[in-house]
Antibody, heavy 119, light 110 residues
Framework: QVQLVQSGAEVQKPGASVKVSCKASGYTFTSYYIHWVRQAPGQGLEWMGRINPSDGSTRYAQRFQGRVTVTRDTSTNTVYMELSSLRSEDTALYYC????????????WGQGTLVTVSS | QSVLTQPPSASGTPGLRVTISCSGSSSNIGSHPVNWYQRLPGTAPKLLIYSNNQRPSGVPDRFSGSKSGTSASLAISGLQSEDEADYYCAAWDDNLSGFFFGAGTKVTVL
């Protein structure tokens, strides 16, 4: 069965970086984009960016440009999202989700990773 | 101010029908399919409706979606207690080159 399993919770200090992983299984890794979506406390869902695991090409939301980097490792079917220059407002649940190429919907989601930014 | 506008809340008694609206513009809903996600407390979002009105396997037919012009809506008929959740519409926006979600609508079953 399709699974997206994310890494565990993180606590980071302001100004630091965090790297969250998303390991995919149960389907052909290179046939689906992987997206990152976050939800801050009391806020809605916010799209951050995506990667095409087939060729590594990426697309990022304008507000995260320069601060987020999404990469993939095809040998382990894992996607990574790194967010730098963390601030308290980055405290959120971070989700990975998959999209069959250009269908524009996310049919499976990871369980979420809580990232807390605190001094 | 969200790119996609949803009402913050909606409610109904068991068995009745609730409708949630999602208003956008020509660069998002007007040009691209709308998808709806359900987020139950403490769980990851779940795809509820895709491509405006399609239900994934396993989603009850009590849930239906529609789109007209730059607006879309989600209807829940035969409301049940387990439908208490947050519901989000989403679409790609050409001007902003990204996916956008509505702010979410909290559905309460009275």
């Amino acid at each position: 069965q399709v699974q997206l399993v994310q890494s565990g919770a993180e606590v980071q200090k302001p100004g630091a970086s965090v790297k969250v992983s998303c390991k995919a299984s149960g389907y052909t890794f290179t046939s689906y984009y992987i997206h990152w979506v976050r939800q801050a406390p009391g806020q809605g869902l916010e799209w951050m960016g995506r990667i095409n695991p087939s060729d590594g090409s990426t697309r990022y939301a304008q507000r995260f440009q320069g601060r987020v980097t999404v990469t993939r490792d095809t040998s382990t079917n894992t996607v990574y999202m790194e967010l730098s220059s963390l601030r308290s407002e980055d405290t959120a649940l971070y989700y990975c989700a998959r999209e069959m190429v250009t269908t524009h919907y996310f049919d499976y989601w990871g369980q979420g990773t809580l990232v807390t930014v605190s001094s | 101010q969200s790119v996609l506008t949803q009402p913050p809340s909606a409610s109904g008694t068991p068995g009745l029908r609730v409708t949630i609206s999602c208003s956008g513009s020509s660069s998002n809903i007007g040009s691209h399919p709308v998808n709806w996600y359900q987020r139950l407390p403490g769980t990851a979002p779940k795809l509820l409706i895709y491509s405006n009105n399609q239900r994934p396997s396993g989603v009850p037919d009590r849930f239906s979606g529609s789109k007209s012009g730059t607006s879309a809506s989600l209807a829940i008929s035969g409301l049940q207690s387990e439908d208490e959740a947050d519901y989000y519409c989403a679409a790609w926006d050409d001007n902003l080159s990204g996916f956008f979600f509505g702010a979410g609508t909290k559905v309460t079953v009275l």
